[in-house]
């Protein structure tokens, strides 16, 4: 049986938790403020963020003001526009 993938480093999530796709957009930059998007895959919030903050490119770091988490929206799941 195959393990399970590590959400984090070093953390191996257990087969029963679902894995969540989340969207992170950090807010960087001054005066003109830009945004890096991340998206990733977790199982909960908690695993979210860690995975997040170690994948944020440290050139960011110094300027980032801030982060919004959420779920990615699942393009598969969104209805067709009739017409379009």
């Known amino acids: 049986m195959a393990r399970p ?6 953390r191996v999530a257990p087969p ?8 992170v957009v950090i807010r960087h930059g001054r005066p003109r403020h830009l945004y890096h998007t991340l998206e990733l895959e ?3 919030l ?5 995975a997040a903050v170690r994948a944020l490119p440290a050139e960011l ?6 982060a919004e988490v959420r779920e990615a929206p699942d393009p598969d799941s969104r209805p067709m526009l009739e017409g379009a």
């Open 5 to 10: 993938r590590p959400t984090v480093p070093g």
């Open 16 to 23: 029963y938790l679902a894995r969540v796709r989340y969207r």
């Open 42 to 44: 977790a199982p909960d």
């Open 46 to 50: 908690a695993a979210a963020l860690e």
């Open 61 to 66: 770091v110094a300027s980032a003001d801030l």
